[in-house]
């Protein structure tokens, strides 16, 4: 055979392996735009970098995960849900959603070797805070120029983190932390769930996991504390069956256990005295008004009467508790 006839017979042999990849590599792009039952699976609401393997099953990736937490090992997991959970029973991807939350929750510290030098840096921030300023434009004016002082390598993890909605916020006593954002679950997982839980993630990633005291003292105002437990009061009136029922109820009781007892470098009433603090009487006002005959309003009413009729300076704990209106349908 001439060199010619072998060049030619090479030639055809390449062409035919380049048009059976590329076939190939369609055919599993095809397979994974689609569920179990043919139907095609929405968008990724998460950016994914690699797809899952068809080798490869959702526990296996999970096991995986859990053995050595990676960037890419976790896009695989995201991956893997966001392609089999349409396809679940209803049950099932609830009882998914709580099984990665044990299991993603503690690593996410944990994704990349580098990740821990972003911490002191963030410690060393210096953020002034703006009046009026809402949380989320403060988080997101704080991650713009944490971004300016990293390296181009630092920006790039700091980066792959916020892709996951990982952040990095400051915690009493301990200082920076890796704090995995609520519109995470929201993302991943709420889109699949029953309409009632889906206005839950709605709130919840709202709320952002807030830290309601800090410092003995509150560091959400009193207004927005009124308003998130009225979404709970409505909530826990509009969806009664509701799988996080449980969790609104406690948000509830919470918010306006703060609302109304306050903390000690935020007090609701004169020091030695029931009298209510001038700017707490305003922001009551202002809840009461927004909010015209909702269980809170008539908690703050409760409140406020009691602490008028008691003669002696009263345990605002308790007295805040037997004010607060049980939520009925």
């Known amino acids: 055979m001439n060199k010619f006839k072998r060049s030619v017979i090479v030639s055809f042999c390449l062409v035919n392996l380049i048009l059976g990849c590329t076939t190939s590599q369609k055919k599993q792009e095809k397979v ?52 089999q959970l349409p396809g679940l029973p209803i049950e099932q991807r609830y009882k998914l959603l709580v099984q990665w939350q044990k ?60 892709n996951h909605y990982i952040e990095i916020k400051h915690e009493e006593e301990t200082g920076a932390i890796f704090h995995l954002s609520p519109s995470y679950w929201k993302s ?8 009632d839980d889906r206005k839950f ?30 979404y709970w009061e409505q909530f826990l009136k509009q969806y009664p069956k509701s799988h996080y029922k449980k969790e609104a109820q406690q948000n509830y009781q919470n918010y306006l256990s703060h609302l109304l007892v306050g903390l000690e470098n935020t007090p609701t009433t004169e020091d ?26 008539l908690s703050i009413a409760a409140f406020r009467k009691a602490l008028a009729a008691s003669t002696e300076k009263t345990d605002l704990l308790n007295l805040g508790k037997s004010s607060i209106i049980t939520v009925t349908k």
């Open 188 to 195: 991943l997982f709420a889109s699949n769930l029953e309409k």
């Open 103 to 162: 299991i993603l929750t503690p690593n996410v510290h944990r994704l990349d070797a580098r990740q821990a030098k972003l911490l002191p840096l963030f410690d060393q921030l210096e953020i002034s805070w703006i009046d009026g300023e809402t949380d989320n434009n403060r988080r997101k004016r704080i991650e713009t120029k944490f971004q300016k002082g990293l390296s181009p390598e630092q920006r790039l993890v700091f980066q792959q983190l916020l």
């Open 32 to 83: 994974a735009k689609q569920d179990t039952s043919g139907h095609k699976v929405p968008e990724p609401a998460i950016s994914t970098d690699s797809l899952t393997t068809p080798q490869q099953t959702l526990p296996q990736l999970i096991s995986l995960f859990q053995q050595q937490p990676s960037f890419s090992a976790l896009d695989s997991v995201e991956n893997a849900i966001q392609i």
């Open 272 to 297: 030695n005295s029931n009298k209510v603090l001038p700017e707490v009487a305003q922001d009551f006002d202002k809840i009461s008004k927004r909010h015209p005959g909702s269980d809170v309003a």
């Open 201 to 230: 993630w709605d709130q919840t990633a709202l709320e952002n996991d807030p830290v309601i005291d800090y410092d003995a003292g509150l560091v959400i105002d009193r207004v927005t504390l009124g308003d998130w437990a009225f």
